[in-house]
Structures are given as C-alpha cells and as structure tokens.
C-alpha cells in the first residue's frame, strides 16, 4: 500500500491547514493509522492516530489543535491543524501505527511564519 500526502503550504502562525493522506488500497480500512512529521535536523515524531475504529489520540502539543479523522469509504485520512506555530513547521508524513517501513511516501510540507 503506498500513501501520498497532500495539502501542506505556507501559513502564517494562527493559521490553519486541512492534511489529506490517500491510500492506494483499501486494505486501509483495516488499518490502525497516524500522521508523523519531521522537521529539518531533527527526527521524525509521531503527532496523531486513529485506530480502524476511529478511536484517536494525540501528541500534547497537538491536543486541543490538531483533530485526526478518516473517510474510510474514500481510502482517506485527514488532519485538520489550527492555531499553527512555527514550531509546527515540518514535512507531515503518513503510514501505519506502527509505521510500515516501505510505505513511507514523500511527505507534505507545512511551513509556519512567524
């Protein structure tokens, strides 16, 4: 299954973006899924997850920011991200939870000014 993210741009700080992540297969539905983002000179870190049932959870920095869902008819998942801050400038990234090392694609960037 490959992913590929989409919706990422420049914002500045406040602002908010709409995250799509497309999967090519519908084995997505039985998936448990997460966004991930890494910003330059750093690792890349888990933000969000949704489970095939839709229960989700958040990294702290995200809670009450960022809400996760999935549309699992379209094989899609969302992320809509608000109240964004430089800090959250990154490439967002897709995959399972835990990530499928040979699934990850190349990522949408987000870049917030300050």
């Known amino acids: 299954v490959q992913y590929v993210e989409s919706g990422g741009g420049l914002v500045h700080a406040g602002g908010s973006l709409r995250l799509s992540c497309a999967a090519s297969s519908s084995i997505f539905r039985r998936r448990d899924m997460a966004w991930y983002r890494q910003a330059p000179g750093k690792q890349r870190e888990y933000v969000a997850h949704?489970?095939?049932?839709?229960?989700?959870g958040y990294r702290d920095s995200a809670k009450g920011r960022f809400t996760i869902s999935r549309d699992n008819a379209k094989n899609t998942m969302y992320l809509q991200m608000s109240r964004l801050n430089p800090e959250d400038t990154a490439v967002y990234l897709c995959?399972?939870?835990?990530?499928?090392?040979?699934?990850w694609g190349q990522g949408t960037q987000v870049t917030v000014s300050s």
């Open positions: 995959n399972t939870r835990p990530a499928t090392m040979s699934a």
């Open positions: 949704i489970s095939r049932d839709g229960v989700t």
